[in-house]
T-cell receptor, first 112, second 110 residues
Framework: NAGVTQTPKFRVLKTGQSMTLLCAQDMNHEYMYWYRQDPGMGLRLIHYSVGEGTTAKGEVPDGYNVSRLKKQNFLLGLESAAPSQTSVYFC???????????FGDGTRLSIL | AQSVTQPDIHITVSEGASLELRCNYS??????LFWYVQSPGQGLQLLLKYFSGDTLVQGIKGFEAEFKRSQSSFNLRKPSVHWSDAAEYFCAAVYTTLSFGSGTKLNVKP
């Protein structure tokens, strides 16, 4: 009963490095989302996907790219990490946009 | 612009006391409304949701919420708080995508 799984759980990067965060869901959900959580700001949507092969920009997309090559996976990429991208990143999935979202446990990312 | 507001950043209540967490939304039409809870170091868990119909909705862990269209509010309530309820609570609304409030951290005094 895995639900939504995020890897890695923790990562420290240097400014300018690149990395990819992986999200996998086993609920056959069409919709997948990437959020970042910063103190006092709730969760802000970075990018989302409404199905395999699709992506769309959310509220704070700059500096991030995503891909949804397989229905169960949604990848978040940072091409050139900046200290402002230090945050906790959450992946979520849902059956439809107006249905409850299921969240992973988060990835804590620090950029020095 | 659509938005969700949680006016209380921190709330402290005594164990056994009642709780009400406030949430207001600003949307042209009634959105789909949710309350989520987040324990430290974990993801968000759905407490309850409102789509339509009965304006008082029941959720897990003894929580309930009341939708009031006239006040654009969806406040979360619990009659008697337990120490394990200490967490951060997020109100959220869907119009085109899900928007979250900034959260309310609940502390529970013994």
């Amino acid at each position: 009963n895995a639900g939504v799984t995020q890897t890695p759980k923790f990562r420290v990067l240097k400014t300018g490095q690149s990395m990819t965060l992986l999200c996998a869901q086993d609920m056959n959900h069409e919709y997948m989302y990437w959020y970042r959580q910063d103190p006092g700001m709730g969760l802000r949507l970075i990018h989302y996907s409404v199905g395999e092969g699709t992506t769309a920009k959310g509220e704070v997309p700059d500096g991030y790219n995503v891909s949804r090559l397989k229905k169960q996976n949604f990848l978040l990429g940072l091409e050139s990490a900046a200290p402002s991208q230090t945050s906790v990143y959450f992946c979520a999935s849902s059956y439809e946009v107006n249905q409850p979202q299921h969240f992973g446990d988060g990835t804590r990312l620090s950029i020095l | 612009a659509q938005s969700v507001t949680q006016p209380d950043i921190h709330i402290t209540v005594s164990e056994g006391a009642s709780l009400e967490l406030r949430c207001n939304y600003s949307y042209g039409a009634t959105p789909y409304l949710f309350w989520y809870v987040q324990s430290p170091g974990q993801g968000l868990q759905l407490l309850l949701k409102y789509f339509s119909g009965d304006t008082l909705v029941q959720g897990i862990k003894g929580f309930e919420a009341e939708f009031k269209r006239s006040q654009s509010s969806f406040n979360l309530r619990k009659p008697s708080v337990h120490w394990s309820d200490a967490a951060e609570y997020f109100c959220a609304a869907v119009y085109t995508t899900l928007s979250f409030g900034s959260g309310t951290k609940l502390n529970v005094k013994p």
